[in-house]
């Protein structure tokens, strides 16, 4: 599996979410609504989910193992960083 187009779209707004990105994978199937976040150990992503009758949020999209969430995270903070130069 590869990534092989990352969309950015910077938040304007003040707070800790700095961007929702869209990832292609292989070509073939694409992933909405990834959230870039600032956390307090630095950026971190959060993979699109939705709200649960029980008030908890699932992912609805996920890498199965850590080393997949970590490449995903890795491509994904590059870009958002490479976005961030050529916005100055």
């Known amino acids: ?41 630095g950026l971190f992503i959060a993979m699109p989910s ?7 949020y699932r992912d609805i999209a996920h890498p199965i193992n850590s080393d997949t969430r970590e490449k995903v995270q890795n491509i994904i903070l590059e870009k958002y960083a490479a976005f961030l130069e050529e916005e100055q």
Not at 2 to 13: F, H, L, N, S, Y
Not at 14 to 27: H, N, Q
Not at 50 to 56: M, S, V
């Open 1 to 41: 599996m590869q990534v092989t187009d990352v969309r950015i779209r910077k938040i304007e707004k003040e707070g800790k979410m700095k961007a929702v990105v869209s990832i292609t994978l292989d070509e073939e199937f694409v992933i909405h609504d990834i959230k870039i976040i600032e956390g307090e150990k």
């Open 50 to 56: 939705r709200k649960a009758r029980d008030g908890e």
